[in-house]
């Protein structure tokens, strides 16, 4: 019967079916599956990792000789990001308004309006910190004065060490990151 089997016309010979095309592609989508899910799997999980450690880079910058802010004026000043990299330029370069009261009490504005982040000029005249996108407008301690901001303008913690007035840089003050008195 073996024999009659073999001459049967419709009886289809064994086949090893360890290596089809079905077969490799069904690999080959698994693997671009899992690259395509690595790649967007690891930033996922860094940035929820991320929340949970906190980096605190206490990073003090120069501003100058405290001589360099005469008492009850507001002066600008420009210092370096403490973590620039060569693709920024001269965006690192940020700016801050300075406020001597007296003696080493000093209180330091971040140059960005609390709306939607534009740059805020002192103006002396008035006395008041002005925002030109919206017309947001600060008194001199920062307190909100006109216009859309929601708040204050936010301040570095500053402290005066071997008569140098020093900021505390690398972050910029928000509410997610206030600044803070050393």
Not at 39 to 61: K, M
Request: proline share 8%.
């Amino acid at each position: 019967m073996a024999s009659e089997e073999s001459s049967d016309p419709h009886s289809h010979p064994p086949y090893d079916y360890s290596a089809t095309r079905r077969d490799f592609l069904l690999k080959l989508g698994v693997g671009i599956n899992a690259v395509a899910g690595a790649l967007i799997g690891i930033p996922l999980i860094g940035y929820a990792v991320s929340s949970l450690i906190r980096n605190d880079r206490d990073v003090w910058i120069k501003l100058g000789p405290v001589d360099n802010f005469p008492e009850n004026t507001i002066r600008r000043a420009v210092f370096t990001d403490p973590f620039k990299r060569e693709a920024d330029g001269q965006t690192a370069d940020l700016t801050c308004w300075v406020r001597r009261e007296t003696g080493e009490k000093f209180t330091i504005f971040a140059a960005n309006c609390t709306h939607l982040g534009c740059p805020v000029r002192w103006f002396e005249q008035s006395k008041l910190f002005l925002c030109p996108c919206h017309g947001g407008a600060f008194y001199e301690d920062g307190e909100h004065a006109a216009g859309p901001p929601p708040r204050s303008l936010y301040q570095y913690a500053a402290k005066v060490e071997n008569d140098q007035l020093m900021i505390k840089a690398g972050v910029l003050p928000t509410l997610a990151a206030p600044g803070s008195t050393p």
